[in-house]
């Protein structure tokens, strides 16, 4: 009796005989051409099957080789396990990839990858699966799901962290900080390290610690002609320095880095402090309308001065978002009051932190902002353990920097847990639908008519006042890149450097449009009013996108938006990294490819 796979390479074989023998009449026949071409999907369709049938003949397990046809049960009543994970962080993508390979080692994403690219299937690669433009997945194709290689080891000498792919940050960071060690991890706990990395990873230590790319001393990656790459600054350098910020999937499918640590502080707060809060107009509908605490222009100088001075080196990190508001008639900027949240992180006392908070944007500013803070970790003194101390980590250093919720909007989420005595709840940015856009400050900062064109870009006819009522949430989050690292960078001392090309910017520019990120609204489904006010909240990011800001320039990789041509992201980098994806990847036929790859 034939094998299965007999069979298949038959009909392969058929349908390709059958496409040589098709000539093209004199006058083309539509029907023919349509069916020709449904002849070569049919051919792609059948290599699929060889390649699931080879995968399990060569030991992938099948549980773990999902598929529309092969699948199990799942933990969600009414899914079974293929459509369960196939969902990305971006819900406004969904593919239907022919299979999704659950790896669960090097060698078997070099099994899987080496498969597809035998019989000629597009793959993708997927660690968190937070990909903003949906590129970690793509329908037809084979999907590498690393998120199941998990080893994780320290070195006591070199301070090095090796990290399997597979690790979000809120399952690394209790491993880190367990031998009081941490890494500059980004602000959403579900975001996987690998492609973090790979996309510069800014954070909430960014200021005193730099990008996490800068700390990437080796990885394992299967490269483009499959075989298995131990880079580090000694061996394949060119492959270190692009993955230190080049983009992903460029460089080979990472399965392991390395990453150089660095000791806990004893004691960390979160903060916040929120000006302009939005209160509804009228009880009676979801119009909203800001209080008019301080002008947005103050809130937004204060926070540049601050996150410039070389006299706060216990701000270890912060960001500041502003919301869009529906247009208004205005003759000058400080006439315009936008809502606005500074997020901070903090090493050092409570009192130490007060004393900052007051003196940098209390007294000097008009208004009394709303301010809340926790003890979020640090060294806590434990009697019975050999050292005397061990470090604890909330997650909530990880949650609720920028993204709002409908919770957000009746009522700020500090006061509630003041009430209660509590620190700040861990959000752990559930998937939602989305689109963003960015840019960057330049060194020398936005020139006066920066700020005019930035704070026009929020004060929008594209925006409605009852938006956030509804769930719909437009705003920008300015992250802060200056501070005590690259202040105090020595050039000299950074031998390899990183392909990431903004070190010397101020702060990262974040146009961000959410929708749907209740449970309830994602049950109402089609039947949600938020959906009124959607499309006009994708062209506001559209026409931010476009808009010139003068002293701002460029785009952040990680903020990814496909319509930004991939120069841009990478700028004095682009060349050499085209170059090292031509001579050091061995991916001839650009099989690592997405829309936003390097080529």
Known sequence: MQSEENKIQKLVNTLSEHLERSAIPESPDPQQQRNQIQAVFAN?????????????????????LLSQTHNGLSNVAGLNNYQTEAMVFNTRFQAHPFAIALCESTEEVQLIYKLAIKHNLPVRVRSGGHDHE??????????????RIKQFSYDNDTEVATIGAGYR???????????????AHGTCATVGLTGFIQGGGWG????????CCEYLMGATVVLGDGEIAQVSENNQSEILWALRGG??????????????TFALPDEIHRFEITWNKLTKKDPNTEECVPLQDCPTIDILTTWEEAIKSTEAPYLLGTNLKINAIAKIPYSEL??????????????????????YIH??????MQGRPLISSAKVGGRRLISNQSNGSQYEYDHALLSHWARESIADHSTLLHSILGQHGQGFVPDYDAPAPHKITSKLVEPTGLKTSGYEQLLATLTSDLIQSENNGLGLFSYVTLGAITGDYYQQRDENTASLGVAFPYQDCLYTIQYQTWWNEELKDKIEQQNNAVYVDTNRAMDWIAESRSTEIEGAYGAFISFKDASIPTPVYFQQNYERLVMIKKEYIHDQYNHLRTRKTII
């Open 44 to 64: 792609t369709v059948n290599n699929f099957q060889l390649f699931y049938q080879q995968a399990l003949e060569r030991g992938f397990s099948k549980q773990r």
């Open 134 to 147: 949906g590129e970690c997945s793509g329908s037809n194709t084979i999907l590498i799901d690393v998120s």
């Open 169 to 183: 940050f809120y399952q690394l960071t209790p491993a880190l900080a367990d031998l009081g060690r941490m890494i």
């Open 204 to 211: 909430p230590w960014t200021r005193k610690y730099g990008m």
């Open 247 to 260: 983009g992903g999937m460029s460089w080979g499918i990472v399965t392991e880095l390395q990453v150089k």
């Open 334 to 355: 400080a006439q315009l009051y936008h809502p606005c949240t500074m997020f901070g992180y903090w090493e050092g006392t409570k009192e130490a932190l007060d004393s």
């Open 359 to 364: 003196t940098t944007f209390v007294d000097p």
